[in-house]
């Protein structure tokens, strides 16, 4: 059974960092975009990072320049990394593939204070 496992998460302070990781079992990554979401308290989720197949990164507007997306295909892991980050990225975070998703992982919560 394919599963995404999301580890990293915590608490910190505004301005600090953390790095999101996604692990999968099975080799779903292989051949598929794949991108982070976030679902703050009483919103939707929403998509904030995507990478391509072949490495090509995109961003939200509200987190350009402050998260960057990779994968590592041979270990079957996305990662997140973000840096000076603010209240208003806490929520849980969440990987999957662009298309197609596959079942939902628990996620990894980010709480940001002010």
């Known amino acids: 059974q394919v599963q995404l496992v999301e580890s990293g998460g915590g608490s910190v302070q505004a301005g600090g960092t953390l790095r999101l990781s996604c692990a999968a079992s099975?080799?779903?990554?292989?051949?598929?975009?794949m991108g982070w979401y976030r679902q703050a308290p009483g919103k939707q989720r929403e998509l904030v990072a995507a990478?391509?197949?072949?490495?090509?990164?995109n961003y939200a507007d509200s987190v350009k320049g402050r998260f960057t997306i990779s994968r590592d295909n041979a270990k079957n892991t996305v990662y997140l990394q973000m840096y000076s980050l603010k209240p208003e990225d806490t929520g849980v975070y969440c990987c999957?593939?662009?298309?197609?998703?596959?079942?939902w992982g628990q996620g990894t919560q980010v709480t940001v204070s002010s």
């Open positions: 099975g080799s779903i990554f292989s051949g598929y975009g």
């Open positions: 990478i391509t197949a072949a490495g090509s990164p």
């Open positions: 999957n593939r662009l298309i197609w998703p596959v079942n």
